[in-house]
């Protein structure tokens, strides 16, 4: 027995030699294992970072895109509104213009009509003033293919070439929006003969 126990004993110690080996290549592989596990983690942490920083941007850029878009319904929502009541508005200044001048001869009724449409004509102009709509009237001024239409040119020395001598119809803008163009006559050198 005395000999068997040894022999156990000499197994016990082969094993424990082989397991010892085995923990210490399984203690280098857990090791790798782990520094593998911790690298991955740290990679997934900072692409989640990342993920999130880029979340939090684009977040930023639509609110401020958001405040944008707000801003110029603010202040151009009223565009299209403001376009179909400039023919109101010539409409209007027509009836004034063609007004009779001495109104001494009208009767009351007839007076009384003409001041109503002129005030209205006034309170309109007002209501585009608060709105930021702009009369474009370039009489006298160069011509700028942005803001006007030339109708026609017309040979002439009194003025430098490209001068508007006529507006026929006004252009109006809204804060910096062309509404409408000026319609206008521009002159142009006369041709010597």
Same mark, same amino acid.
């Given at each position: 027995m005395?000999k068997?126990? /040894?022999?156990n004993?000499k197994?016990?110690? /082969?094993?424990t ?16 294992? !782990? ?12 692409? !989640?970072?990342d ?7 684009d977040?930023?850029n ?5 405040i944008?878009d707000?801003?110029?319904a ?7 509104l ?7 508005v010539?409409?209007?200044?027509k ?12 009767s ?9 449409v002129e %005030?209205?004509?006034?309170q ?5 003033s608060?709105?930021n ?9 160069k011509f ?5 239409q030339?109708?026609?040119e /017309?040979?002439?020395d ?9 507006? %026929? ?12 163009? !000026? %319609? ?5 050198? /006369?041709i010597?003969?």
């Amino acid at each position: 027995m005395t000999k068997n126990k /040894k022999n156990n004993n000499k197994d016990i110690n /082969k094993v424990t030699t082989e397991e010892g080996v085995s923990e210490k290549s399984i203690e280098k592989e857990l090791d790798e294992n !782990a520094s593998n596990i911790n690298e991955n983690l740290k990679l997934e942490i900072e692409k !989640a970072i990342d993920d999130r920083k880029r979340a939090l941007a684009d977040a930023e850029n639509t609110r401020r895109r958001s405040i944008k878009d707000l801003e110029q319904a603010r202040k151009y929502g009223h565009l299209s509104l403001s376009r179909e009541i400039l023919s109101v508005v010539d409409s209007l200044e027509k009836a004034v213009l063609s007004s009779p001048k001495e109104q001494d001869k009208l009767s009351d009724e007839v007076k009384n009509f003409i001041i109503g449409v002129e %005030m209205t004509l006034e309170q309109l102009k007002q209501v585009f003033s608060n709105h930021n709509i702009t009369r474009i009237d370039p009489i006298g001024q160069k011509f700028d293919y942005n803001i006007h239409q030339a109708m026609f040119e /017309k040979e002439t020395d009194e003025v430098e070439q490209g001068t508007i001598i006529e507006v %026929m119809q006004p252009g109006w803008s809204l804060h910096d929006r062309l509404l409408r163009p !000026a %319609m206008v006559g521009v002159s142009k050198k /006369k041709i010597k003969q």
